[in-house]
Each structure stands twice: as C-alpha cells, then as structure tokens.
C-alpha cells in the first residue's frame, strides 16, 4: 500500500529564513505529487503539484518542490519564509492512473516568528 | 464555478448518538467525491470514496459509513458514535478522472466532538 512520511512534524522559523519540509512516498509506480497548505481557520489548498516533465514544480507564494524519483522524495522549500507562511503543510500523492484518491502524509506545522 | 459545501461545521455529540454529515458540490457533474478525517497527529485519513451515485469503496474498517444518494450529495454517517469517532472531517471532491491526477478540492469540514 501507497504511504507518505512527512519526517517534520513541527517546525519554527524566524521570518527570511529558508524552509526545507521533508516528504517521501513510498509506491513502485509513477505517482503524482502534491503539496497542500491549511492555513488556520481556512480550507485546505493546493500549494504545487507535479505529474510530469520538469522535475523542480513552482507553486503558489514563491514555494517549490524537487521530485527526485531515486529517493522517493518531493521536499517543499521557500527561500525566505515569512510570518503569513505560519500554517500546516501536507504532501500526498496518488498513483498514475489510479482513482485520484488522495494519500496524505500526516503533515508539517510550521510556526513563522516575525 | 465549482464550489462544495458540508455542514454542520460543528458537532458536539454522545457516544453512542447516531451522525450525518452532508456534503454538496455545485457547479459539476460526476465528480469524484471523498470523505477524509483528520485526528489529531495523523494526518489526512481517506474514509470513503466514490465515482458514482450509489458506489462507494471504503478505504478503513470502522464504525461510519457513507452514502450517495445523488450525484452531488455525499453524506457520512454512524449509527452509534464512538469516543473515537471525534476529528476533523472533509468532504472533497475531483473532476472525473481524464488523464489521472486531477487536484482534489476541499469542503470547509466538520468538527465532530464525542462526549
């Protein structure tokens, strides 16, 4: 079965520094990855997503995200955070051809100090 | 546009008290649609998914179930609510799947306290 492990469960930063979160999967196959944000008191939303092509995925509010297949990784950086970055980020990832259900990591609190 | 919505927001509930959770998406037609829950320090849990009316798979044993009695309307219930029952659940939903991969969107979610 498909699993994702967000190593980082909780993590501070002063406002500018960089933000590197951590996400491996593990599936045989070719995955889609996904990068979610849940700011506090909002929805969950797409943050980046990579299906194909170039292996480095811009997103939303200047984040990013490297799949490196050999790893099994899709790690989420931003190089200067700031204070509205304080939220919970989730990766998931879903097989290639499969039903599009989602398989979510447990997700990464990260707490941005002006 | 699309838009989805689930209620109640909040739910205070005794153990043991049966639950319905609704949800509706607007604005498509055959979507793929999911109920998550989300417990404290475990992430994104998929409870129920399904690609039609009438069809759904569920994705963990446990003690909720889930209908679709229309092709926009999910609905999770229980008939006897467990302490553990208690999280954060989201309704969402998906285009039907072209090529795979189709972002998912997400209902507001539910609250469900058990006491």
């Known amino acids: 079965a498909q699993s994702v492990s967000q190593h980082n469960h909780h993590v501070i930063l002063s406002e500018a520094a960089s933000l590197e979160l951590g996400c491996n999967y593990s599936?045989?196959?070719?995955?889609?990855l996904f990068w979610y944000v849940q700011y506090p008191g909002q929805h969950l939303q797409l943050l980046l997503k990579y299906f194909s092509g170039d292996p480095l995925v811009k997103g939303i509010k200047g984040f990013e995200a490297e799949f490196i297949k050999s790893k099994f990784s899709f790690n989420l950086r931003k190089p200067s955070v700031q204070w509205s970055d304080t939220a919970e980020y989730f990766c998931?990832?879903?097989?290639?051809?499969?039903?599009?259900?989602?398989?979510f990591g447990t997700g990464t609190r990260l707490q941005v100090f002006p | 546009s699309q838009t989805i919505h689930q209620w109640p927001a909040t739910l205070v509930q005794p153990v043991g008290s049966p639950l319905s959770l609704e949800c509706t998406v607007e604005g498509t037609s055959n979507p793929n649609l999911y109920w998550y829950r989300q417990a404290a320090g475990r992430g994104l849990q998929l409870l129920f998914y399904s690609v039609g009316i009438g069809q759904i798979s569920s994705e963990v044993p446990q003690n909720l179930s889930a209908s679709r009695p229309q092709d926009r309307q999910f609905i999770l219930s229980s008939k006897k609510l467990l302490l553990s029952d208690s999280g954060f659940y989201l309704c969402a939903w998906s285009p039907l799947m072209i090529p795979s991969g189709n972002t998912i969107y997400f209902g507001e979610g539910s609250w469900l306290t058990v006491v």
């Open positions: 599936y045989g196959g070719t995955v889609n």
């Open positions: 998931a990832v879903t097989p290639h051809g499969g039903t599009d259900k989602l398989i």
